[in-house]
């Protein structure tokens, strides 16, 4: 059993910034790829950004480009720094895995393990 566990999130004020942290444990598996997701209240879950484990290519949804970054650690770990919030950044936030390569990882369906969520609310 694989557990991805979040922590970081919690309540900013408009232009702060805050870092999400998820690390991996339980049974060892091959990370080809981690990334982040959110939803936030009657919207769907929405593609924030990845990181692929081999080369660290980063790959990040225009909401986030410019303002969010991902990062990677040892051992499966993965970090999303957020700068210069937004009000509409307030979310669910959830980090997830994927076992398995060639895929799409700005999709949901990419990813074999998901973590519970961290809130992140940002008020104006």
């Known amino acids: 059993q694989v557990q991805l566990v979040e922590s970081g999130g919690g309540l900013v004020q408009a232009g702060g910034s805050l870092r999400l942290s998820c690390e991996a444990s339980?049974?060892?598996?091959?990370?080809?790829?981690m990334g982040w997701f959110r939803q936030a209240p009657g919207k769907e879950r929405e593609f924030v950004a990845a990181?692929?484990?081999?080369?660290?290519?980063t790959y990040y949804a225009d909401s986030a480009k410019g303002r969010f970054t991902i990062s990677r650690g040892n051992p499966e770990t993965v970090y999303l720094q957020m700068n210069s919030l937004k009000p509409e950044d307030t979310a669910v936030y959830y980090c997830?895995?994927?076992?398995?390569?060639?895929?799409?990882?700005?999709?949901?369906?990419?990813?074999?393990?998901w973590g519970q969520g961290t809130q992140v609310t940002v008020s104006s």
């Open positions: 997830a895995a994927a076992e398995f390569g060639s895929r799409d990882y700005s999709t949901a369906s990419a990813y074999d393990y």
């Open positions: 990181i692929r484990w081999l080369g660290s290519s």
């Open positions: 339980g049974r060892a598996f091959s990370t080809y790829a």
